[in-house]
């Protein structure tokens, strides 16, 4: 079977490093090694976030218990995730929409922050700086894109175990176990959302209001893994979006397209779209699915943070099914 980067080097007359490999390939390629070393670095990020608590203190908070304000049940993550959400005015709103089936209302938000200790009151404020480390990288990438810096989700205070917090924009989601359109959502071509760098601008203030606007009657999805699938999803933007995006213009353009035509190398032109739209989905695709399956096992932070490295998870297969 060929492979892109036999299909080019027969375009380039079996020439290393020849024209068609320069423009379509290689500045993936030297993305892909970049995107590598921040997976690493975000992997060890993530787990420097956890750190506040041992490993039987992570076990023990996946545990569900019941909260009286609520009347039913929530584990120590779950309460976490709504107070990640408590951050910005717009979460919040989701969060208590009265309109939506499963909401909170405020008090109810309060009684859950109240059920937090100082270890989960840094965490918190942790994730929201962490989620926050990006926006130099996605400010610089919109420039580029745009000429123009956009303007950030503006954070709002929240107190946890009497320490006033600053607060901080987190990736709002809505579960697809519950929603329909949500389903819809993740069902749209990644590939268009990467080229369109959407996983990064949806810290912005105008992507977090298309979030919203997307939203209606639609559960908040409160699960650490909305972390990791974002930080998974920024990075990959941050590194894949312009390579990708340039490497289909060129593609696409009109010499480039009848050249493979007049060649009688339509073939080898479907492929080439074929890869680069694997470019664009592969590697999401397949961490949120460790992401997603993780949520059987409700200890999904470890299972989820193995996801920004496949390569280890299929080496250590046994490691993985043990952990979860």
Known sequence: VLNAGTILREIDGFADQGAAYRNLKAP?????????LRKEKA????????????????????????????????SKWERIAVALNAGNE?????????????????????AVLASLDERDAGLVQSVWD???????????RERRATGVEPAWVEAS????????????????KYDPRLSTLARDDEAQSMAEALQAGRFG????????????????????????????????????????????????????????????????????????????????????????????NARRFKSNFTAAKLAFNLGTVAAQVTGLSQTM
């Open 90 to 110: 717009g979460n919040m709103q989701r969060l208590t929409d009265p309109k939506v089936r499963g909401s909170l209302t405020p008090a109810q938000v309060q």
């Open 28 to 36: 993936i390629d030297q993305a892909m090694d970049r995107l590598t």
């Open 130 to 140: 962490y989620v926050g480390s990006f926006k130099d990288d996605i400010a610089a």
């Open 201 to 292: 601008k949806a810290q912005t203030k105008r992507g977090h209001l298309e979030a919203r606007a997307q939203s209606s009657g639609r559960d908040v999805e409160l699960d650490m893994s909305v972390l990791h699938r974002h930080i998974n999803q920024v990075i990959y933007d941050l590194e894949l979006s312009e390579p990708v995006a340039n490497s289909w213009k060129v593609l696409q353009s009109g010499p480039v397209r009848q050249g493979f035509m007049d060649a009688g190398r339509q073939a080898d032109f479907d492929a080439l779209e074929l890869w680069l739209k694997d470019v664009a989905e592969g590697q999401m695709n397949s961490g949120d699915w460790i992401n997603k």
């Open 157 to 172: 205070p929240v107190v946890i175990a009497g320490k006033t917090l600053k607060g901080g924009y987190y990736p709002l």
């Open 43 to 74: 992997a060890a990020d993530l787990e420097a976030l956890y750190a506040v608590y041992s490993k039987e203190d992570r076990r023990r908070m996946a545990v569900r218990e019941h909260i009286p304000a609520l009347g039913y049940a929530l």
